[in-house]
């Protein structure tokens, strides 16, 4: 059974008729790294809180378990503090006055856990997250990283069945993000809570979750592992929303069409003739390759002539931009490039890396 369960769920606020979220269905398997994903003001955070009860649905019902928490047909709704979440926000509230201790003890004094037990929790979840050794700090004496720890661990302390995390790791700079990530990934692992983690950080999602739900405009766009995001998108939005540099667009329809737009086109038709009604294609940048001489071209794959127009080194790899039929396309590649800015050549792609969209953009499956 699903730990997490919304069913038709809506939220509209102060009674307008724009829905933040619509028409929401999601399953949030036991001990999933649930990661909702989405640009700005797509109703990633509305979800987390209509999840743990801060807000009230307009519109269809929600599940912990076999229990319903939120149901708006028959009024039933269970408050914050009984369904056994644990909510970390962006500002992580530590108490100031109380030093690092006494803010990770904090929900289990509460919850009046005996002191034996209480002491031994705090003792392993502030080992778990490096912070035993700032307990007896206040959180002013700390950096935005080490207090985000803690409020992770004062969390955890209490061991909830669900963690909810909306943009947690926002304040913090390049590594620090990456270490807590990390870190996240272990505590998942250990403590086997069921998590779920807003975020708008595609790379973000990608590393940390056992699923992503992708959100657009307050609706879900695809839910699936990592993987079947990057390389199955149900949709443009999704294919065009995860991946950088972002996928190469060639739009096909009539009156949009690009000039590689005949050269596709042919090419599919031989190569999956039962696909039709082709509105664009996408090809990912790492699944473009460049070569001078023709006779390098895998077989079977669709190519055509193409110049280098420029070569970007980002670091480790390079980007290189190309003109084919001019059509702008990217490629990247982690190998130092032998090619430079105006050589003559071949682009091509292998079939499977193909993605084809219908005209309203959903993902034509061959
Ligand atoms: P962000 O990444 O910017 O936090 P988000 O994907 O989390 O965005 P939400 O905060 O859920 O998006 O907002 C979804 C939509 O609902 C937005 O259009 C937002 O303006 C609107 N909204 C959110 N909270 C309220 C509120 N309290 N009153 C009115 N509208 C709201």
């Given at each position: 059974m699903p730990k997490i369960t919304l069913r038709n769920a809506e939220k509209s606020y102060g009674?307008?008729?724009?829905?933040?979220?619509?028409d929401l269905n999601l399953e949030i398997g036991d001990g999933e790294f649930m990661c909702l994903l989405g640009p700005s003001g797509c109703g990633k955070t509305t979800t987390l809180r209509m999840i743990s009860g801060l807000e009230h649905l307009s519109g269809g019902q929600i599940s912990v378990g076999d229990k319903v928490v939120d149901c708006v047909a028959s009024g039933s709704f269970i408050s914050p503090e009984k369904r056994g979440m644990g909510l970390v926000f962006q500002s992580y509230a530590l108490w100031p006055h109380m030093t690092i201790e006494r803010n990770t003890d904090f929900g289990l004094r509460l919850r009046k856990v005996p002191k034996a037990e209480r002491q031994a929790r705090v003792d392993k979840v502030m080992k778990t997250l490096g912070i035993e050794k700032y307990?007896?700090?206040?959180?002013?004496?700390?950096?935005g990283g080490q207090q985000q720890r803690v409020a992770l661990a004062r969390m955890l302390a209490v061991n909830p069945d669900v963690l909810l995390l909306d943009e947690?790791?926002?304040?913090?700079?390049a590594r620090l993000r990456l270490e807590m990530r990390a870190e996240l990934k272990r505590i998942h692992e250990e403590f086997k809570t069921t998590i779920v983690f807003v975020t708008h950080d595609q790379w973000e999602a990608m590393t940390l979750a056992t699923s992503i739900a992708v959100m657009s405009e307050g609706e879900l766009q695809q839910v699936g592992t990592p993987n079947e995001i990057y390389e199955q998108p149900a949709n443009r939005f999704v294919a065009e929303f995860v991946g950088s540099p972002p996928i190469n667009i060639v739009e096909m329809g009539?009156?949009?069409?690009?000039?590689?737009s005949g050269l596709v086109k042919s090419y599919l038709s031989k190569?999956?003739?039962?696909?039709?009604?082709?509105?664009s294609v996408g090809l990912r940048p790492e699944a473009l390759g460049f070569v001078q001489?023709?006779?390098?071209?895998?077989?079977g794959a669709m190519e055509g002539g193409a110049q280098v127009t420029g070569v970007l080194p980002t670091g480790g790899s390079w980007i290189i931009e190309l003109r084919a039929h001019d059509t702008k396309l990217f490629l990247t590649t982690h190998k130092p490039p032998v090619v430079a800015e105006g050589d003559q050549g071949f682009f091509f792609v292998r079939p499977e890396a193909i993605h084809v969209f219908d005209s309203h953009g959903k993902r034509n499956v061959s």
């Open positions: 009674g307008t008729a724009i829905k933040a979220v619509r307990r007896d700090r206040y959180p002013s004496q700390l950096s947690p790791l926002s304040n913090l700079d009539e009156g949009k069409a690009e000039p590689l190569a999956f003739p039962q696909i039709d009604a082709i509105g001489d023709a006779a390098e071209v895998p077989q």
